[in-house]
């Protein structure tokens, strides 16, 4: 797919991402919807989002080579409490785009039972096979990834927090790329 800008301020423009944003999302959940059993429960009974803390921190801290991540944290014997970090990209409406991604994520993995070890899992095989990648490529929207729903749709919120934030995304992207970067040469992986 041709990597494309967008310019928040131009309404024409902001337009036609909408709708391919549209087109996109609506492909990725019509084939199928969330897994479920009969009695309309998650497929896997996990924890859920009851409580969490959203923090930007340095590129050294990362637990891998990911600009956002979310782990479940124990604390004070509390199940659902997580813990959602990003790379602090020197921009707040760039780090909080980043933290609204991930709390999406973390939300809709949690409903439809996509434990997060087994995204944790994926992302690592995603970075050992095509770690050296820039650009729209990420773990996420890879076809073997299990949450590739739940990143689709974070994805297109994260898109329309661009638009009310007035972030360029072609600039997002570009500091995106530069902490994929920097992730690597901290070795992380």
Known sequence: MKKQTLDCKNPAAWAAMKRQTHREMMRAFAPKRF???????PAKKLNGVRHFRATAIPVKDMRYCTVGDYRE???????????????????????????IH??????????????????????????????DVE????????????????????????????????????DYGKAIDKAWKDLRKAGKK
């Not at 897994?35 to 429960?41: L, R």
């Not at 124990?74 to 921009?91: E, F, M, R, S, V």
């Not at 039972?113 to 899992?121: C, L, R």
């Open 135 to 170: 650009g729209d490529d990420e773990p996420g929207f890879w076809s073997k990834a299990p949450y590739r729903q739940a990143h689709t749709m974070a994805t297109s919120i994260e898109l329309a927090m661009a638009a009310m934030l007035d972030v360029s995304w072609s």
């Open 102 to 131: 991930e709390l999406v994520e973390v939300a809709i993995t949690q409903h439809q039972g996509i434990a997060e070890p087994d995204i944790v899992k994926c992302d690592k095989k995603w970075n050992a096979k095509f770690g």
């Open 73 to 99: 944290l124990p604390l004070k014997g509390i199940p659902g409490y997580w813990d959602i970090t990003c790379t602090d990209l020197g921009n707040w409406r760039y780090n909080f785009q980043i933290l």
């Open 35 to 41: 897994p479920k059993n009969a009695g309309g429960k």
